[in-house]
């Protein structure tokens, strides 16, 4: 960090860190997305320590790679169901993608970086994965070979994120969208296990490493006529995206000026946190702890069409180096047609 507060390798990327600039904007509201692999988490994340308390609203999302099975079970309501869906996959899969955008209570970026991109390693060759959606992120910009190769350990980025005051911190306000699914990676990766078989067990550890997040799909949904995905929403509320979508980095950026947008032209820029504040889009235990679902766990998993590669069996035996393969313990599961 300079004398300035700036970034040195924000004003000058590095080649093999490359970054993403907003060039269609004028100079001086430019922003800057920037790549982290495993040849400069150290120093990015070093950065990011310096800036989390001046700006401590994170917008985030992840790039996971779809979904490839359905929990078996039956479960008393649809927030259950949801909660086992989330479970089963993360447990299987591994992240490709986390962005985290930062900046104030107001929504203003702190200048140069304002969003990292981190890339986890990933193999296409040993990692379990859904074939859409690994061609949607192809097609994105997405270099899995790069990922295989320059890849994010997630256990050292585990340790660097606990030390960064990114986490575990009341201070630090988390902004998503529909993010059942990105907390439950998150979670993950943090705690090196499976995520818990109960709905209420898993806001009970969001609660202690995410103490305020804001779900935009829950907010949106007391607005009238605000439906719809991120870009739909962002298209209404007339947000422009900076980057390519599909790629965290530009998502979680379109996340954080989607969510101060909608704040201030539905809410006059207040949210009651009472209301607002803890409650994921289509779960149902919040993470400030109310509501009551408690349904049933499920009793193993269904394979949704043909998963990839299509040779499961080292999932079950804790070998080619996945995140953490080594503590899913084999589910009864069947095959879906």
Not at 92 to 103: A, R
Not at 144 to 167: N, Q, R, T
Not at 244 to 265: V, Y
């Amino acid at each position: 960090v300079n004398s300035e507060g700036g970034h040195p390798a924000c004003s000058d990327p590095a080649p093999w860190a490359p970054s993403m600039y907003s060039e269609s904007l004028p100079a001086s509201q430019r922003v800057l997305i920037r790549e982290v692999w495993a040849d400069n988490i150290d120093e990015e994340m070093a950065y990011i320590r310096e800036i989390v308390e001046r700006y401590p609203w994170l917008a985030m999302d992840t790039e996971f790679p779809g979904t490839v099975a359905r929990p078996i079970g039956s479960f008393r309501s649809r927030a259950e169901s949801n909660y086992q869906n989330i479970r089963c996959n993360v447990d299987l899969l591994n992240i490709i993608q986390l962005g985290i955008t930062f900046c104030d209570a107001d929504g203003i970026l702190p200048p140069g970086c304002s969003t990292w991109q981190f890339n986890f390693k990933f193999s296409l060759r040993d990692d379990l994965y859904a074939q859409d959606s690994i061609d949607l992120l192809t097609q994105a910009g997405i270099d899995f070979s790069k990922h295989e190769e320059h890849g994010i350990d997630p256990h050292y980025f585990a340790e660097l994120l606990m030390m960064s005051g990114v986490v575990l911190n009341d201070d630090v306000r988390w902004i998503s969208f529909h993010s059942g699914y990105d907390f439950g990676y998150l979670l993950k990766v943090l705690t090196c296990k499976p995520l818990p078989e109960q709905e209420s067990d898993f806001f009970e550890l969001l609660r202690t490493y995410f103490p305020a997040i804001y779900d935009i799909k829950f907010i949106a949904s007391s607005c009238d006529n605000l439906r719809g995905g991120l870009n739909k929403l962002a298209e209404l509320l007339e947000v422009p995206r900076i980057g390519p979508e599909h790629q965290a980095g530009s998502d979680s950026l379109l996340t954080q000026a989607t969510f101060f947008k909608l704040r201030s032209a539905y809410f006059d820029n207040y949210l009651d946190d009472d209301q607002y504040v803890g409650v994921l889009w289509g779960l149902g235990t919040s993470v400030s702890g109310s509501g009551n679902s408690h349904g049933n766990h499920s009793s193993g998993y269904a394979f949704q069409g043909s998963p990839h590669p299509t040779s499961m069996s080292h999932l079950f035996h804790g070998n080619n180096g996945s995140q953490h393969q080594q503590h899913i313990h084999q589910p009864e599961f069947e095959v879906a047609q």
